[in-house]
């Protein structure tokens, strides 16, 4: 008797725990979502997303969005070019969750007519006037060829906390060099292309070091590390 009271438990919870996802999917397809749980990951330096704006974002681009399927609020959320990754599912309270991850910009590449940024990964992010992060401009004759040589040397000065306080724009000349400016003191760097990296800003910190300092930071105009092994500079 026991044994036969426990299987009837059981076919009655299962009954019960069927019948509510049926109601859910129901309650899902037939009535308005409710956007209250939304996640926003990733966004505690730069607030790109936020829950009204996700919620903006998607009635104006979905048309009849209280009758859109998760599926279709997804895919739709993939398509924002700020948001990097997404999670959309529906609860058996029929509320729909959102989780997603934003992408953060490492440099904003400015300059008429061209104002966007590049994350990381060296995807391209519209300017937004949600919201503006303090980071290194780059600017000039820049091309999507560019792109991921500039994340390249951006990515090496912001992982360094002496270069990234040192380094505010990066700049393209039309002979593809890129040349770097500095916070304190009036001259140029010229690092031409990404190759040794590492090499290039050795010999720089130790040109700071030896020569900058006790000669002073303005009595130069250039300073070319595009050669091997040797700073090349040219006094004003």
Same mark, same amino acid.
């Given at each position: 008797? $026991?044994?036969?009271?426990?299987?009837?438990?059981?076919?009655?919870?299962? $009954?019960?725990?069927?019948?509510?996802?049926?109601?859910?999917? @129901?309650?899902?397809?037939?009535?308005?979502?409710? *956007? =209250?749980?939304?996640?926003? !990951? +990733?966004?505690?330096?730069?607030?790109?997303?936020?829950? &009204?704006?996700?919620?903006?974002?998607? !009635?104006?681009?979905?048309?009849?969005?209280?009758?859109?399927?998760?599926?279709?609020?997804?895919?739709?959320?993939?398509?924002?070019?700020?948001?990097? &990754?997404?999670?959309?599912?529906?609860?058996? =309270?029929?509320? @729909?969750?959102?989780? *997603?991850?934003?992408?953060?910009?490492?440099?904003?590449?400015?300059?008429?007519?061209? =104002?966007?940024?590049?994350?990381?990964?060296?995807?391209?992010?519209?300017?937004?006037?949600?919201?503006?992060?303090?980071?290194?401009?780059?600017?000039?004759? %820049? /091309?999507?060829?560019?792109?991921? &040589?500039?994340?390249?040397?951006?990515?090496?000065?912001?992982?360094?906390?002496?270069?990234?306080?040192?380094?505010?724009?990066?700049?393209?000349?039309?002979?593809? =060099?890129?040349?770097?400016?500095?916070? %304190?003191?009036?001259?140029?760097?010229? *690092?031409? &292309? @990404?190759?040794? *990296?590492?090499?290039?800003?050795?010999?720089?910190?130790?040109?700071?070091?030896? %020569?900058?300092?006790?000669?002073?930071?303005? +009595?130069? /105009?250039?300073?070319?590390?595009?050669?091997?092994?040797?700073? %090349?500079? @040219?006094?004003?």
């Amino acid at each position: 008797m $026991y044994v036969v009271l426990n299987i009837l438990k059981w076919i009655v919870v299962v $009954y019960i725990f069927g019948t509510m996802l049926v109601f859910a999917n @129901t309650k899902q397809k037939q009535e308005a979502y409710f *956007l =209250d749980n939304i996640e926003v !990951s +990733n966004n505690v330096t730069n607030r790109f997303l936020h829950k &009204d704006l996700i919620k903006s974002y998607l !009635s104006n681009e979905i048309e009849n969005f209280n009758q859109t399927t998760v599926a279709k609020l997804e895919a739709k959320l993939t398509e924002h070019p700020i948001v990097k &990754d997404v999670e959309v599912f529906a609860g058996l =309270d029929g509320k @729909t969750n959102i989780r *997603l991850e934003q992408r953060n910009p490492i440099v904003r590449v400015k300059g008429a007519p061209l =104002d966007y940024y590049l994350d990381k990964e060296a995807y391209k992010m519209p300017w937004s006037k949600e919201y503006t992060p303090r980071l290194i401009v780059a600017g000039g004759y %820049v /091309s999507e060829d560019h792109h991921s &040589d500039l994340v390249k040397i951006i990515s090496f000065i912001t992982n360094d906390k002496f270069w990234n306080s040192q380094i505010i724009q990066v700049y393209i000349d039309k002979n593809q =060099d890129f040349i770097l400016t500095p916070r %304190v003191g009036d001259y140029k760097i010229i *690092l031409g &292309d @990404t190759d040794y *990296l590492n090499d290039k800003f050795n010999k720089l910190f130790l040109f700071y070091k030896n %020569v900058l300092k006790l000669k002073g930071w303005n +009595n130069y /105009s250039e300073i070319n590390l595009k050669f091997n092994n040797q700073i %090349v500079c @040219t006094k004003k």
